[in-house]
């Protein structure tokens, strides 16, 4: 069963940084792509990035989120990471992270966890 987990989030200040992770069990990561979605109140939720089997990423938001959000993979500790810098209001949301076949065509093979609330407010 795929498992994943997500953490990292919590409350910063406009401009700050935040690392999320997540951990993943009952697989190998390598043979899955990772991908991390949000969704902020009253909105759908929405692509962010996705990281594939090979460590290659694709971007799913806007320009503005991509030069400033990377995404990263570690297998040796199951995990995947989104690096996110100079963080705006309009960033906050929960983040969830879920796994596919492919980051081209996203199709969610895992359950949707609780994902990890990011708050960015002074």
């Known amino acids: 069963q795929l498992q994943l987990v997500e953490s990292g989030g919590g409350l910063v200040q406009p401009g700050g940084s935040l690392r999320l992770s997540c951990a993943t069990s009952?697989?190998?990561?390598?043979?899955?792509?990772i991908g991390w979605f949000r969704q902020a109140p009253g909105k759908e939720r929405e692509g962010v990035s996705c990281?594939?089997?090979?460590?290659?990423?694709?971007?799913y938001a806007a320009d503005s989120v991509k030069a400033r959000f990377s995404i990263s993979r570690d297998n040796a500790k199951n995990t995947v990471y989104l690096q996110m810098n100079s963080l705006k209001p309009e960033d906050t949301a929960v983040y969830y992270c879920?796994?596919?076949?492919?980051?081209?065509?996203?199709?969610?093979?895992?359950?949707w966890g609780q994902g990890t609330q990011v708050t960015v407010s002074s």
């Open positions: 879920a796994a596919s076949e492919r980051c081209d065509t996203f199709y969610a093979l895992s359950d």
């Open positions: 009952g697989f190998t990561l390598d043979r899955y792509a």
């Open positions: 990281i594939s089997r090979s460590g290659g990423s694709t971007n």
